[in-house]
């Protein structure tokens, strides 16, 4: 009790004096747990715990990014990337406001940290952790991390987990992503840890393996009979919806309680197939290796929040990177805050996540909180803009007769762009009913179609995370 | 203490009452708490220490001192257990009020209007106190461990050295003393605040950790307790100031071991909230045990998986997963044991 209160104090005055350190976090994520298990709720004020802040206060939130601004430039001082931008530009870090921060610190592209890693990191960094994006974009990125910052990480995690997600030592989580996805791994298997749940790294293997692994009993003292967590991608949870439902699989075969998925699009046609086959809830968030922990969560309403104490959030316009205006599309840009990252430091990163501006004042529970649309999809150029992937994947993965996950591509201009779909069978009527649903959905193409082969397709479909496929040696030693 | 009977029998019926009046408020109101933290046993450890250099502090403090700390200390204590009664102004006002016409009883000379007032704010303080640590967590191994390290405590202050007596000669007739007066004859009938707490804390704690019938055990030998150590206090067999946690803190020691040795277990605050039952269920046979008992048929050890309910084979695959979706599809939604033969 008493060491709770301390770490909340040296939390706090870490925040004030702009670096988290991460004993404190690590201390109130454990104390968190401990108190689910006697009390099984937090107490009052939740909200004030780390990551769940709910400032409705202009002021508060100004003070706020001015000072976590003004920190994260001169932190960006320190690496050469920014140096040598700031000498460039003139940049004083003392002089940056949220005010005329957008005028006066250029943005940062994807190329630049893919082209030179390590330029970004702090000359008074100790890197421990090169995490890499799983590169279905355009080649892998890498970020360097500390232990701190990892530390802080399973902190926050551990404490999301709890309040958001439920998550218990009787739970028992099965992590099916690509093992490249090294963040995510180690972050999930610490929170798991500190949680006291199972962790169960299967990782993205034949998706009919995964789903035995799923369904097998586990008989654990303390555990749930079976996995209840399911961490994967969107597109390796397609590939899995794809398999179960082929082969007869029912929701009573899973103890399954909830599913997160994250990475990748996820569409509304995919959640509600994969909720059909598994029983179980399925939610998303939006986080980037490169952008940790300023990632955001989805409101009641399914606007996409940003919590303001991990970073500062701009919708810039992709052709000029100038602010967005209500309902257009726009390109993510976030600067994480040095208070939690000390390592790889970025100053106004575009991520390349497409999203639309929000137009009128929020009714949401989460109001208070800058907000945009869901995502879209990813910035390649106009034709990402005017046929986004998130509108292509609504109406192909509605449909049962095209396989799972979708293939597809996009050719043309933006005019008159044509949907190319890989498909079992092509024929008539699934060409009508795709065309049907385009219209119902708003979609305008020039036309839709059918390839029976992927290889067919006139250009080669955006690879999917689910494409990082992992060998396994589950049936050695079987005879059937 | 200068026993009388009437004052004996007061002091008996004011722990009894005390201890009706906090198990009352245990199960009927619900404190807030702060959004994480329970307690741990470092926390018992400051808090035994600040318990043991305490007296020895305020005693360098001047009286005027030692009254403003325990009469803001007690203000505090007042407003939090009042606050889910009487909403948190109402309370704020109480607790200023009680304090305040403490304080002026005591301006004014009014000796017994002072006791009177510093036994009710006491009274109210230990009752919400002692319900803040069960609520807030606190074990019945905690409050144990506690009172065996002060009954020891007791002991030497009380009776081995002449540390308490100074302690009470130093606030004797201050307001907020951190003493239930019951007779101010003297030397006066005093109940010290540290007993009070214990002797309340342990019921409550029995009672969130092993139920009620724990509880009410609790509540009877801390009573017994006290009416024996009057009783041979007024018999002369012991001296006015006698260490009662000397004799309370290995009997509450006792009943922990006691309720821990027949099989109970103790319940955290959500598990008493929601009626969780203390014992210790007695040992299931375990389908592991029963699925390991279970023979294959001839020729079935063929390195696939088999689905097993209450010693019984009813699902067949060649991995876990596939053997429980068998057993699935032959009708048992129970989730089965699987295992493979071998030779």
């Keep these: ?10 939390y706090g005055f870490g925040l004030l004096r702009g670096r988290v350190r991460p004993q404190p976090l690590s201390r109130i994520s454990r104390d968190l747990v401990r108190t689910l298990a006697e009390f099984g709720t937090p107490g009052e004020d939740a909200a004030l715990l780390p990551g769940q802040g709910r400032v409705a206060d202009a002021g508060i939130l100004h003070a706020q990014a001015a000072r976590g601004l003004r920190a994260t430039a001169k932190a960006a001082g320190r690496t050469a990337y920014y140096r040598r931008v700031f000498e460039e530009l003139g940049i004083k870090p003392d002089e940056l406001t949220p005010e005329n921060w957008a005028q006066r610190v250029p943005v940062t592209p994807k190329q630049a940290l893919r082209g030179m890693p390590a330029a970004f990191v702090s000359d008074r960094a100790k890197p421990s952790l090169m995490a890499m994006t799983t590169g279905t974009t355009g080649g892998p990125t890498v970020v360097w991390f500390s232990a701190d910052e990892l530390e802080i990480f399973a902190g926050l995690g551990t404490i999301s987990s709890s309040l958001a997600e439920g998550l218990r030592a009787r739970d028992v989580i099965a992590y099916a992503n690509s093992s490249r996805a090294s963040l995510t791994l180690l972050s999930a298997a610490a929170l798991a840890e500190r949680i006291g749940a199972g962790f169960v790294p299967l990782g993205a293997i034949d998706p009919a393996l995964t789903l035995e692994h799923l369904a097998a009993p586990l008989m654990l003292p303390g555990k749930a009979p079976q ?53 179980a809830g399925v939610h998303t968030g939006y986080m980037t290796t490169e952008i940790m922990p300023a990632g955001g969560g989805y409101c009641a309403q399914g606007h996409l929040h940003f919590p303001p104490e991990f970073g500062y959030v701009e919708f810039l316009r992709p052709d000029t990177w100038e602010p967005a205006d209500p309902g257009e599309i726009a390109v993510i840009v976030v600067t994480p805050y040095s208070a939690y990252r000390t390592c790889t430091t970025l100053l106004r990163y575009a991520t390349g996540d497409l999203v639309r501006v929000l137009d009128g004042p929020l009714t949401c529970e989460l109001a208070s909180l800058s907000a945009c649309s869901d995502i879209l999809g990813r910035h390649t150029g106009p034709l990402s803009i005017a046929v986004p992937a998130r509108s292509v994947l609504e109406l192909l993965e509605s449909e049962r007769a095209v396989p799972l996950p979708t293939r597809y591509c996009l050719t043309g201009d933006a005019e008159g762009p044509l949907l190319h779909v890989a498909v079992q069978r092509s024929t008539p009527a699934l060409l009508a009913r795709l065309e049907d649903r385009a219209k119902h959905l708003g979609l305008e193409f020039g036309g839709i179609v059918l390839h029976e082969r992927v290889h067919d397709l006139p250009v080669a479909p955006t690879p999917l995370r689910s494409d990082l496929r992992e060998h396994s040696f589950d049936r050695t030693g079987v005879r059937p | 203490m200068n026993l009388t009977l009437p004052t004996f029998l007061a002091v008996v019926i004011y722990v009894a009452l005390l201890l009706l009046l906090a198990t009352i408020y245990l199960g009927r109101i619900d404190l807030p708490r702060p959004p994480i933290g329970v307690y741990l046993w470092s926390d018992i450890a400051v808090m035994s220490v600040v318990l043991i250099i ?100 007791d002991l030497v202050a009380t009776s081995l050295t002449s540390l308490m007596d100074r302690f009470v000669s130093h606030v004797d007739g201050l307001p907020f003393a951190p003493m239930v007066v019951l007779s101010t004859t003297r030397p006066p009938v005093e109940i010290g605040l540290g007993d009070l707490l214990m002797v309340v804390l342990f019921p409550l704690a029995a ?8 509880g009410q055990v609790a509540a009877y030998v801390a009573v017994i307790t006290m009416a024996v150590i009057a009783l041979m206090i007024w018999a002369g067999l012991l001296p006015p100031y006698s260490p009662l946690l000397a004799v309370l803190g290995p009997l509450i020691v006792a009943q922990y071991v006691f309720w821990r040795k027949r099989g109970h277990r103790e319940r955290t605050v959500g598990q008493w909230r929601s009626g969780t039952s203390s014992t210790i269920p007695p040992d299931q046979p375990s389908p592991l045990d029963a699925a390991l008992l279970v023979e294959p048929a001839e020729g079935r050890v063929t390195g696939a998986w088999f689905a097993i309910i209450d010693g019984a084979v009813v699902g067949e695959g060649t991995s876990p997963g596939l053997a429980r979706r068998s057993a699935r599809e032959a009708g048992h939604l129970d989730v089965p044991v699987v295992r493979q033969f071998w030779t």
């Design chain 1, 1 to 10: 009790m008493f060491g709770s209160a301390v770490s909340q104090v040296r």
């Design chain 1, 227 to 279: 996995i209840t967590r399911l961490l994967c991608s969107p597109s390796y949870l397609a590939a899995l919806v794809g398999v179960a439902e082929a082969e007869g699989w029912q929701p009573a075969d899973f103890g399954l309680e909830r599913i997160q998925v994250g990475g990748e699009i996820f569409s509304e046609a995919l959640k509600s197939r994969a909720e059909a086959v598994f029983g």
């Design chain 2, 54 to 153: 305490a007296p020895l502090g305020y005693l360098a403090l001047p009286t005027a001192a030692v009254a403003g700390i325990f009469g803001l200390v007690l203000a505090v204590a007042l407003q939090f257990t009042l606050a889910p009664m009487l909403g948190g102004r109402r309370a704020t006002l109480c607790a200023l009020a009680l304090c305040a016409a403490t304080l002026v009883g005591w301006l004014i000379h009014q000796q017994g209007l002072t006791a009177v007032l510093s036994d009710l704010v006491l009274t109210i303080a230990v009752i919400g106190v002692a319900n803040l640590w069960v609520q807030g967590g606190m074990r019945a191994s905690h409050v144990a461990g506690l009172a065996g390290l002060l009954s020891g405590y």
């Design chain 2, 207 to 214: 009672t969130k950790a092993f139920g009620r019938r724990a």
